[in-house]
T-cell receptor, first 117, second 117 residues
Framework: AQTVTQSQPEMSVQEAETVTLSCTYD???????LFWYKQPPSRQMILVIR??????QNATENRFSVNFQKAAKSFSLKISDSQLGDTAMYFCAFMKHESNTGNQFYFGTGTSLTVIP | DAGVTQSPTHLIKTRGQQVTLRCSPK?????VSWYQQALGQGPQFIFQ???????QRGNFPDRFSGHQFPNYSSELNVNALLLGDSALYLC????????????????FGEGSWLTVV
């Protein structure tokens, strides 16, 4: 079974500062994908960034980057130059790689991030 | 291009009643997954429909059932509602049931809020 753990229920950051959200996961799979999703008050899940486990290079998307430590099963999200629009719930998610198992997400419990003006 | 649309947005039901939630996938998508997100929790996978059949199922009782129509839209039915069924129900659409790839982004709808009283 796959589990995803987010140990920070709430975090806050000053506007323009940098913040890091933590995520650990447990799996016996060797190939998989990891994701960070943002859920604003509208409740729609929005993809922030994704990482293929077989890639050693950490993914980056503009102000968002990850620190993927496969051996430690850790997948943290760094948000640089935080903006007020970054205020949302952030979910870490796992997906198996095998094509015959569909594309089911396993989500963590989320971290509520507040950007303070 | 419309994204994933869900209806109704909000609804209130009484314990023991039955409810039907609806989802229209993003144009070009043929696979629909349903997730339950209880307050303060991450989404939990209910099931996935492809080619009008249930392909994968999470750890949910038989009270939760679904259907997919030839136009790829889907319904989630919950019978004998319990107070614990109160949650946000999210629909996600994608292409096929194969493993995630950079060309198969999964899109979420804004969800249906169900309150059971």
């Amino acid at each position: 079974a796959q589990t995803v753990t987010q140990s920070q229920p709430e975090m806050s950051v000053q506007e323009a500062e940098t913040v890091t959200l933590s995520c650990t996961y447990d799996t016996s799979e060797s190939n998989y994908y990891l994701f960070w999703y943002k859920q604003p008050p509208s409740r729609q899940m929005i993809l922030v960034i994704r990482q293929e486990a077989y890639k050693q290079q950490n993914a980056t998307e503009n102000r968002f980057s990850v620190n993927f430590q496969k051996a430690a099963k850790s997948f943290s999200l760094k948000i640089s130059d935080s903006q007020l629009g970054d205020t949302a719930m952030y979910f870490c998610a796992f997906m198996k790689h095998e094509s015959n198992t569909g594309n089911q997400f396993y989500f963590g419990t989320g971290t509520s991030l507040t950007v303070i003006p | 291009d419309a994204g994933v649309t869900q209806s109704p947005t909000h609804l209130i039901k009484t314990r023991g009643q039955q409810v039907t939630l609806r989802c229209s996938p993003k144009s070009g998508h043929d696979t629909v997954s349903w997730y339950q997100q209880a307050l303060g929790q991450g989404p939990q996978f209910i099931f996935q429909y492809y080619e009008e059949e249930e392909r994968q199922r999470g750890n949910f009782p038989d009270r939760f059932s679904g259907h997919q129509f030839p136009n790829y839209s889907s319904e989630l039915n919950v019978n004998a509602l319990l107070l614990g069924d109160s949650a946000l129900y999210l629909c996600a659409s994608s292409v096929g049931t194969g493993g995630y790839s950079s060309g198969n982004t999964i899109y979420f709808g804004e969800g249906s809020w169900l309150t059971v009283v």
